[in-house]
């Protein structure tokens, strides 16, 4: 917890950009629940504190089980932390499932601590929250099955382009400086998985696409088959 800590007050700047983008996307949620999602959010008080705290700390163990893809470098990683967090976005809306997704974070840093000076974490949360805030919208506009096939598909699309520019863009140049890997070395360590990786575009083409397309289609596909049972669990019809 001390090394935690410790670590947070050394990248105070990026944990600040951390939480500006997390109440952006919750300000992004909350509009899109009064506009867009017209239909209205059930349940509220304790049962929706309480489905959103059982989603998030399950997600967070999850998070914790990293299994590592055979087209990316190390430190790429696939897990399945974002099912429980579109069951919640999907149970009680867009502004729960951002907050499950930042909650899932938190309860794994306190379990594991952070590997990758918490870029990793970041990545995790904003790329999952591009998965789960455009799935959840689509399916509170129309909750039936085609509805959800669309959330789903539309979901796995937003994370699929986001991660890939968000990671060509900032994530890798920011993993660079804070954990202290050059570029040069990054790239060269996916070039060791695949000889066709020779710079950070086609690292983004060759591990980031084809990773975040396994994991939203794993993820979709699983909430798909389990959302109607876990929803009658988590709540009473």
């Known amino acids: 917890m001390t090394e935690l800590l410790n670590a947070l007050q050394a990248n105070l700047s990026f944990v600040l950009t951390v939480l500006g983008i997390f109440l952006g996307l919750v300000l992004i949620a909350l509009l899109a629940e009064k506009t867009i999602c ?54 009680l809306g867009p502004v729960a499932g951002v907050v499950c997704q930042f909650l899932k974070v938190v309860v794994k840093l306190l379990l594991k601590g952070t590997t990758t000076a918490f870029v990793g974490d970041f990545a995790n949360f904003a790329v999952g929250c591009a998965l789960i805030l455009p799935a959840s919208i689509v399916y509170h506009c129309k909750r039936t099955k085609r509805g959800a096939i669309i959330a789903l598909v539309t979901g796995t699309a937003c994370m699929t382009i986001f991660g890939s520019f968000f990671n060509a863009v900032y994530l890798l140049p920011k993993f660079s400086a804070l954990f202290g890997m050059p570029m040069d070395a990054i790239i060269e360590a996916g070039r060791a998985v695949n000889p066709a990786i020779t710079s950070v575009s086609t690292l983004v083409l060759f591990a980031v696409v084809p990773l975040n397309l396994l994991k ?22």
């Open 38 to 91: 017209r239909r209205s959010i059930h349940p509220r008080g304790a049962r929706y504190l309480a489905i959103c705290a059982m989603c998030a700390a399950l997600s967070g163990l999850l998070m914790v089980i990293e299994l590592p893809v055979f087209f990316a470098p190390g430190f790429y990683k696939l897990d399945l932390s974002e099912l429980p967090v579109l069951f919640c976005g999907f149970c």
């Open 216 to 237: 939203g289609s794993i993820v979709s596909v699983l909430t798909f088959a389990l959302y109607k049972r876990v929803r009658k669990v988590l709540i009473k019809e």
